[in-house]
């Protein structure tokens, strides 16, 4: 979303239209099997991971200690909620 600029350019814009795309259809296709509730939460949790690794890698964003912790707290609590 960053890169589209408001989505005025049209590169960035389909790029961050078919990973929107993507997400959402994984998520659907995760919501056939399991909870609503769990499953919604550990796409949720994924992408703010990705988003994340996406930042840093891609964007050249800063990954501080405390972003680390977060998304740490982020994937354990996916995990927990993935516990029977």
Known sequence: ???SAGAVRPGP??????LFMAGAI???RAMR?????PVYVAV??????LALAFG??????R?????V???ILIVAGVALLRRP
């Open 44 to 49: 949720l949790g994924l992408e703010a991971a």
């Open 69 to 71: 912790v977060a998304a």
């Open 13 to 18: 814009t389909a790029a961050f239209l078919a």
């Open 1 to 3: 979303m960053k890169q």
């Open 63 to 67: 990954l501080s200690a405390a972003r």
């Open 26 to 28: 994984f998520q659907a």
């Open 56 to 61: 840093v890698l891609l964007l050249g964003e």
């Open 33 to 37: 099997h399991s909870d609503m509730g």
